[in-house]
Structures are given as structure tokens and as C-alpha cells.
């Protein structure tokens, strides 16, 4: 079982839609999760971080946690061709250490 | 804006020659780390930094990989010698330390062995 878990994707969304992304992740002690954009060719670039149990609101992103159910989740509200990237998953486990999913491609089309 | 720095942007070379890469932190950050990321996998830490020593280079393969940090500040990956499978895209991040955990990451070197 990987670590971190994402759909590879391609996630199609209309333009104006809700973009829904999931992470699973199997280490119980894991403290931290972050959300990172990539776009081809590019380096990751960090658009939310959460700690706690529940939803963390940022512009049109919202990251949802659920460490109960070892779950969490990216909602981007008015989906825009700009967003279409690949988003990767990060999860802090022993000493910190940052381990990603393989990431979820997501496509807004026009 | 603050920003990691990476050089080169890309570098081709020969299988068996020699490569290096340079990492410049965002100023004031003592963590830094390197990551290694193959197409369509994210990103894997190779080694991780706390000022000039080194908390975690358990995933570096340390028979062909070397890296420093001697100042505490700007840092070097190198390779030799280079293999076909090391063709990848070479990550640098940073983050404050101290508790804080966000990693930012630099613009990447793309490598690829012939």
C-alpha cells in the first residue's frame, strides 16, 4: 500500500464548476498536509496547508481533513482553464518528513 | 519576492560523467532539502538539511550521490557517476525550520543522461 494515495486522474471540470480532489494517506500519525500545484514542466508550488481536524478556506480553495478516516481533500470553487495543473498531496510523517502522492491531473475545459 | 534559487535549469550529459547542481535557499530559511521527482511520480526526498548537518539522507544512494551544506546557506547535489536512470527533474526546497513546516520549493533541474 503507497503511503499516499491519489487518482492519477485526468479530472475533467467545466469552467465555473467545483473541482474535488482526494488524498488518502496510511500513516495514522501524520500531522500535517499540504496541497501543491504543478504545472507541466514546473516545480510544485504550495497553495494550502492544514493541521487540524475539518475545513480551511483560501480564496476559492478549500482543504478538508479527516484524520479520523485518514483522508483529505482540495475544493476549488469557479474552476478556471488556469487551474488545470497536476495537484499533489503531501503528508508529514516521523521527523517531519514530507511524502507526496503521485498527484491528480486536473483539466477545466472552456 | 523571496525565492529558492536552482542552477543550472537544465543539464544534459553522458552516462558515467559527472554532474553537480546548486541550490541557494529563501534567506533566513535553515532547512533545506533535496528532491528527486521522475515524470509522472512526485516528488522524493533525497536529503534533507537543519543549517550545515544532515537530519535525513536515508533515500540518497550514497555510492554515487553526494551532498553539502557547508556554510548553511547555499547547498550542492552531485552526482558521479551519472546513470540513464537518474534522468529526472532535481527539486530544491526550503522551509524555516522551527516548526514550521511549509516547503517552497525552487524552479527545478531537469536532467537527462544519454
Known amino acids: 500500500q503507497k503511503e499516499v494515495e491519489q487518482n492519477s486522474g485526468p479530472l475533467s471540470v467545466p469552467e465555473g464548476a467545483i473541482a474535488s480532489l482526494n488524498c488518502t494517506y496510511s500513516?495514522?500519525?501524520?500531522?500535517?498536509f499540504f496541497w501543491y500545484r504543478q504545472y507541466s514542466g514546473k516545480s510544485p508550488e504550495l497553495i494550502m496547508s492544514?493541521?487540524?481536524?475539518g475545513d480551511k478556506e483560501d480564496g476559492r480553495f478549500t482543504a478538508q481533513l479527516n484524520k479520523a478516516s485518514q483522508y483529505v481533500s482540495l475544493l476549488i470553487r469557479d474552476s478556471q482553464p488556469s487551474d488545470s495543473a497536476t495537484y499533489l498531496c503531501?503528508?508529514?510523517?516521523?521527523?517531519?518528513?514530507?511524502?507526496f502522492g503521485t498527484g491528480t491531473q486536473l483539466k477545466v475545459e472552456l | 519576492e523571496a525565492e529558492v534559487a536552482q542552477s543550472p535549469r537544465y543539464k544534459i550529459t553522458e552516462k558515467s560523467q559527472a554532474v553537480a547542481f546548486w541550490c541557494d535557499p529563501i534567506?533566513?530559511?535553515?532547512?533545506l532539502y533535496w528532491y528527486r521527482q521522475i515524470l509522472g511520480q512526485g516528488p522524493e526526498l533525497l536529503v534533507q538539511f537543519q543549517d550545515e548537518s544532515v537530519v535525513d539522507d536515508s533515500q540518497l544512494p550514497k555510492d554515487r550521490f553526494s551532498a553539502e551544506r557547508l556554510k548553511g546557506v547555499d547547498s550542492t547535489l552531485k552526482i558521479q557517476p551519472a546513470e540513464l536512470g537518474d534522468s529526472a527533474m532535481y527539486l530544491c526546497?526550503?522551509?524555516?525550520?522551527?516548526?514550521?513546516?511549509?516547503?517552497?520549493f525552487g524552479p527545478g533541474t531537469r536532467l537527462t543522461v544519454l
Open positions: 503531501a503528508v508529514t510523517g516521523g521527523g517531519n518528513k514530507l511524502t
Open positions: 500513516d495514522r500519525g501524520s500531522q500535517s
Open positions: 526546497a526550503s522551509s524555516p525550520g522551527t516548526g514550521v513546516l511549509e516547503q517552497f
Open positions: 534567506s533566513g530559511h535553515a532547512t
Open positions: 492544514i493541521y487540524s481536524n
